[in-house]
């Protein structure tokens, strides 16, 4: 079965720099990667996705990049802020996110100090 | 956005007892919902996935018979967590799958704690 591994565990950064988090996968079929961010007791809320047509994508001050050939994606977040403190997770699926179920990396979390 | 709740937010139970878990998807129809467990500072491990009208799909090493699940219908998943102990606490997120457009929205959460 599918396999992700996230790093780093934890990052600290100061406000506005830049913050990137690494995903590897193992299946070679997964063709849907969305990150998803987590605050305290909160649920997870999708801040991006990546389908494996595609190898970068960019949404503001976010980016996720995919290389299908080294079976890795990041994530990278820009001017980074304090709002963007949290607990980062990326997933894998190998039906285009429209069926079956994510297969998630242990997370990330992101202090962004003032 | 789509809204997904889930209910109780918190629930504190006595060991050997049963708790339920619901789960609605409040402004769409999911034929798929999963459920998931998270301890403290650790990632969402999917417990088994619930397919409406149908039995759940459990993953490798959860125990079917301690964690009933029930998708009667196209809004509603329940998680029953049967004869609780106090290694079951946890945070319990279920997610659902929007039938129409196939996106993944998440509950808030139950926090399960066993005495």
């Known amino acids: 079965g599918e396999n992700v591994e996230q790093h780093p565990s934890t990052l600290s950064v100061q406000e506005g720099d830049s913050a990137v988090i690494k995903c590897t996968y193992s299946?070679?079929?997964?063709?849907?990667f969305p990150w998803y961010k987590q605050e305290l007791g909160k649920r997870p809320q999708l801040i991006i996705d990546?389908?494996?047509?595609?190898g970068e994508k960019k949404d503001q001050r976010i980016a996720v990049t995919l290389n299908k050939t080294a079976k890795h994606f990041s994530l990278h977040i820009t001017e980074t802020q304090p709002e963007d403190s949290a607990v980062y997770f990326c997933?894998?699926?190998?039906?285009?996110?429209?069926?079956?179920?994510?297969?998630f990396g242990k997370g990330t979390k992101l202090s962004v100090k003032p | 956005g789509a809204v997904v709740s889930q209910h109780p937010s918190r629930v504190i139970c006595k060991s050997g007892t049963s708790v339920k878990i619901e789960c609605r998807s409040l402004?769409?129809?999911?034929?798929?919902m999963f459920w998931y467990r998270q301890f403290p500072k650790q990632s969402l491990m999917l417990m088994a996935t619930?397919?409406?009208?149908?039995?759940?799909?459990?993953e490798q090493g959860v125990e079917k018979d301690k964690f009933l699940i029930n998708h009667a219908s196209l809004t509603l998943s329940t998680l029953t967590v049967t004869s609780a102990h106090p290694e079951d606490s946890s945070f319990y997120i279920c997610?659902?799958?929007?039938?129409?457009?196939?996106?993944?929205?998440f509950g808030e959460g139950s926090r399960l704690t066993v005495l």
């Open positions: 990546i389908r494996s047509n595609v």
């Open positions: 997933a894998a699926s190998r039906y285009g996110g429209s069926q079956g179920n994510l297969i």
């Open positions: 997610s659902a799958r929007d039938m129409r457009t196939g996106e993944l929205f």
């Open positions: 402004d769409f129809q999911a034929t798929t």
């Open positions: 619930s397919n409406e009208g149908s039995k759940a799909t459990y």
């Open positions: 299946d070679s079929a997964s063709n849907y």
